[in-house]
Structure formats: structure tokens, C-alpha cells
């Protein structure tokens, strides 16, 4: 018995999810790696207290955002894939928007990026995107109203005008 | 749901399979082992501070390991293309300068590439339930590393100047790894050579990376290399040499006397370096043959630094060159040794001498 083995099981259960939040953040498979790999670096020093009574996704969750931020205002370059973003050859309506959406995201500043990731990927309410961020609500209603903005110049088909509306 | 919401889902389905548990694990032992560090030099700075007050000129050095070169955070082996290596070494454990327990829960497998980069190899397993050294193996030409992975449960092969990496398929239990197990790699990295357990009954598996197919090893014999299509292979006290084509199959020659130490096969396709067993502290070497298992010659070697042992034989640099690995005072050094004339010269430096914690190119 190891004393990871608690931190390898959670690791094992929700990397893959973990991971495609931290790859909607970055837009970069190695990048995302190595931000899921740095936040899990941490989240294993704190695992005891975690596995004790904390909820380890959720601190996991907002580390992994937080670090997103903080590696955004080092001017963590974010490096585009050359390659495709799939081998498939029918560039049907899904695959455009992904390939729009990919470009659209990287001209959104960090946190405006990390709101549509929470709101719209994660589906976390207002609420508790701003306890994630650490912000207030408003805040959280701002920054959505002009991430939402942004998207809709970028890429108008993507974003229902109804959208913010619902989402507020 | 919206053209967001399911762009956003299709673009997350690409995020690629991870598997960071270890390597986690791995990056949160180096960080502490880092602060460790500093801390350390921290102390031992205010002590130097202290000698200094009360006797100046005095020169206070740590013993041990070189904290700058043992302890100091490394970055991990990239993917892809990093270029041959020329070693891998275990980091050893940490002993608490007050408490002097010892911690080797920050213990990994480290590689230094022909360039001089180290890097840290977190997915390589180091300790097992019952191996507290995990070996791993590089080819003689420093082109292939294996390891075992836990997460995969099986040998990882990686070719660190092509950048492709190969997981057998043949999966290995962890607990089957016991005490003192072995690895041995052939040069095109498609055969493995696996030992549960060096000298004891256990038998081995040759195992083909590329179509998982087996080859059982009796336990008796143990492995020292797979070289042109055979894996050679030694079964001490008696002792008896086996150059078991990886298909399987050959037969055992015997030599006449107790020998250790075999390097792996000479270019010539026929002999072998060992050291008798009765001359362990002679500084020679034995030329056997090993079609006939006739002893070709002895050789004593010249030019090795006084107070020095022979830790081992390796590979064959040329016809006549064959390396020989020495320890003494000064640490670990590789000699090339030229068995027409017995004179050795130094091949290359291993680092703090720590037996068993080195592994060089197609020494298993």
C-alpha cells in the first residue's frame, strides 16, 4: 500500500476530464499537459488534507485555473498546432466550428477564456465560476458579457444572440 | 444545446489520453526535494559563516552527495527526439541531517545524454514491493532506453534519437518484479530481456516488443546481453555460457573454471572478457572462447588508478578494445581496455561511485 494510492485513484478517475478543461485553457495539447501535470504536482502535497474532508475535483478545478491565469500574465506564449486539428477529411459544420472556435478562443484575453471554459464547458453557475476565479459576480457577469461580445464578432454563427439573456 | 456548448465539447474530445498520476507524484517530490536543497545550503552556508568566525581559512566541505548534482531539480525526459545517452543513474535516498532517517520516497531514475543534458525519467519505475532498485536499460549504442512503466503495468521502450516510444505488450505484474531483477535491451530495441530475479530459480522471459512473442528463460542462467540476433547468457559457479538465438533454442558451452564479470559477445562473434573468480583481486581478465569454451588468454591490465576495484566488464569498443568498469576513491570510471596489450585508458567518468546505481549503455 502506498501512500499515493489514494492520490493515483482520483488521478485516474478524473484526469481525462481535467484534461479537457485544462486543453479548452490552453488550446495546446503539450501546454495542457503540463498544466495538468504542474496543478496534480501540487494537488498531491495537499492530498491528505484533501482526502480527509476537502473536495479534491474542485480545489483540482480551480488550481488549474488559477495556474492558467498566472501562466497567462507571464507571457506564457500560447503556441497554435500547425497540424489539423483532426485526421478526419469531411469538414462538416461540427468540425468548422471547432476549427473557428480554436482560433476565436486564442484572441480572447485569459480570464475572458477561462469564463466561457466555466460557464459554458463546465456549466458552473455564476456563482460558482466566481468562487472558482476568486472574483465577484458581478465581475463574473461582466467578463462573460464581453467574452460573449468578442465571440459574437469573431464568429457571429457560434453564439445565439439569445444566449446572453439565458445566461444571465 | 447551443453551437458553443457543442463546439466546446467537440474541441474538449480532443484533448489527448493522459496519464500523470506518476509523473505528478514525481514533480512534487522534486519540488520538495529542491526546497530541501536550499534549505540545506542554506545551513550549511550559516555553518561555513560560523567556521569561518572562529577559525578563518578554515574550508568546512559536505559530505556526500553533491547536492548541486545529486539533488537539484532536473526536467523531465521530453517527448520525442532528446539524442543518445551515455548513462542512467538512480538519485539516491535523502538521510534528514538531524533526524538521519532515510527518505527515498524522491528516489528516480535520472539520464545524461552524450551532450551532457540530464534529465529526470519519473514513469521509470525505481522500487518494487520487494526490488528497491528497478533496473532499466540502455543499448550499447545510448540509442534506446527501457524502463518499466507502472501506469502501463509492462516494459516501455523508447528510442530517444527516432522519438518513437513502444510499450510491450506483454504485461508484467509489479509484484512479479523481485529482488535484484534484471533488463537487458538489444540494439534495435525490439528484444527485452526480463529477470523477475537474478540468481534465484524464477525463470526469465525474452520477450519481442513488436509482436509480444516469448521466449522463456531458464532461471538458472542469467542474462548479460542480446547482441546480433542471440542473447547471451551465463550460468554461474559451473560455468556455463549460452548464446540462445532470440527465437529460442542453442546449446550451453562450459568453461573450464568459476568466472564473473562476462562482457557481451566480441565483434569476432567468439569471445568473451570475464574475470576468474579466483583472481577478483588481480586486475585480469580471461579471454574465453565461447565455441569450444577453451580459455584463449589472460589478460592483466595495466594504467587502472591505485586502490581501485573492477566492478564489471561491458561492451566491446572494437576487435581489440573491450570497457571495464572500476571504481575506486575518485568515483567511477569506464577504461577502455586493449586486450593485445593490457593497457587501459580512461573511457569515461560515471559520476559518484554508488554501485549498482549507474547504468551504462549495453551493460545490464
Not at chain 1, 474542485?58 to 488549474?64: D, V
Not at chain 2, 564479470?261 to 581478465?285: C, Q
Request: include cysteine; charged fraction near 25%.
Amino acid at each position: 500500500m502506498d501512500r499515493h494510492d489514494g492520490f493515483r485513484e482520483f488521478v485516474l478517475a478524473r484526469q481525462q476530464s481535467l484534461m479537457r478543461t485544462a486543453y479548452l485553457l490552453t488550446g495546446d495539447a503539450h501546454l495542457a499537459e503540463d498544466l495538468l501535470q504542474s496543478v496534480l504536482a501540487k494537488v498531491v502535497g495537499h492530498w491528505p488534507k484533501l482526502s480527509k474532508g476537502g473536495n479534491p475535483e474542485a480545489y483540482t478545478r480551480k488550481a488549474l485555473v488559477n495556474q492558467y491565469i498566472a501562466w497567462k500574465r507571464r507571457s506564457r506564449p500560447e503556441l497554435p498546432s500547425a497540424d489539423p486539428p483532426d485526421s478526419g477529411m469531411s469538414y462538416d459544420d461540427a468540425t468548422l466550428d471547432r476549427i473557428v472556435l480554436r482560433r476565436v478562443l486564442a484572441k480572447l484575453t485569459c480570464k475572458q477564456r477561462a469564463m466561457i471554459v466555466l460557464r459554458f464547458w463546465e456549466d458552473l453557475t455564476e456563482a460558482q465560476t466566481a468562487e472558482v476565479l476568486g472574483c465577484s459576480i458581478g465581475n463574473v457577469k461582466s467578463q462573460t458579457h464581453h467574452a460573449l461580445a468578442r465571440l459574437r464578432m469573431l464568429a457571429p454563427e457560434l453564439v445565439d444572440v439569445r444566449m446572453e439573456e439565458v445566461t444571465r | 444545446m447551443t453551437r458553443l456548448r457543442s463546439a466546446l465539447a467537440g474541441l474538449a474530445e480532443e484533448a489527448p489520453l493522459v496519464s500523470l498520476a506518476d509523473a505528478a507524484i514525481a514533480g512534487h517530490r522534486r519540488r520538495r526535494r529542491t526546497r530541501l536543497a536550499l534549505t540545506g545550503v542554506a545551513a550549511v552556508t550559516t555553518a561555513a559563516a560560523l567556521v569561518v568566525t572562529v577559525a578563518a581559512g578554515a574550508v568546512v566541505l559536505p559530505r556526500g552527495a553533491d547536492p548541486a548534482t545529486e539533488a537539484a531539480a532536473v526536467p523531465d525526459l521530453p517527448d520525442g527526439k532528446v539524442g543518445a545517452i551515455s548513462r542512467a543513474y538512480l538519485t539516491p535516498c535523502e538521510v534528514g541531517k538531524k533526524t538521519k532517517r532515510v527518505d527515498c520516497g524522491a528516489v528516480e531514475w535520472r539520464v545524461v545524454t552524450r551532450s551532457g543534458r540530464t534529465y529526470g525519467v519519473p514513469q521509470a519505475l525505481t522500487s518494487s514491493r520487494d526490488d528497491p532498485r528497478v533496473p532499466v536499460a540502455i543499448s550499447r549504442d545510448g540509442r534506446m532506453l527501457a524502463y518499466y512503466s507502472r501506469a502501463a503495468q509492462a516494459h516501455v521502450v523508447r528510442d530517444l534519437v527516432g522519438g518513437a516510444e513502444v510499450t510491450s505488450p506483454v504485461k508484467v505484474e509489479e509484484d512479479r518484479i523481485g529482488a535484484g531483477s534484471m533488463l537487458a535491451l538489444s540494439d534495435d530495441g525490439r528484444y527485452l530481456a526480463f529477470d523477475p530475479r537474478e540468481g534465484s530459480k524464477e525463470p526469465g522471459l525474452l520477450v519481442d516488443v513488436r509482436t509480444g512473442r516469448t521466449v522463456s528463460i531458464p532461471g538458472r542462467y542469467e542474462v548479460i546481453s542480446i547482441k546480433d540476433g542471440a542473447a547471451e547468457l551465463i550460468r554461474y559457479r559451473k560455468t556455463d555460457l549460452w548464446l540462445m538465438p532470440v527465437t529460442g533454442g542453442g546449446k550451453p558451452v562450459r568453461f573450464d573454471g568459476t568466472f564473473i564479470m562476462f562482457s557481451e559477445i566480441a565483434p569476432d562473434g567468439r569471445t568473451v572478457a570475464a574475470v576468474e573468480f579466483a583472481e577478483l583481486n588481480k586486475r585480469r581478465l580471461t579471454l574465453l572462447d565461447v565455441k569450444t569454451g577453451r580459455t584463449l588468454r589472460k589478460v592483466s591490465i595495466g594504467g587502472l588508478p591505485k586502490g581501485s576495484g573492477i566492478d564489471g566488464t561491458g561492451i566491446w569498443l572494437s576487435r581489440k578494445e573491450v570497457t571495464v568498469v572500476v571504481s575506486g576513491r575518485s568515483g567511477g570510471h569506464s577504461y577502455a581496455l586493449d586486450v593485445t596489450t593490457g593497457k587501459a585508458r580512461r573511457w569515461a567518468d560515471l559520476g559518484p561511485a554508488r554501485k549498482h546505481a549507474t547504468v551504462l549503455p549495453g551493460v545490464s
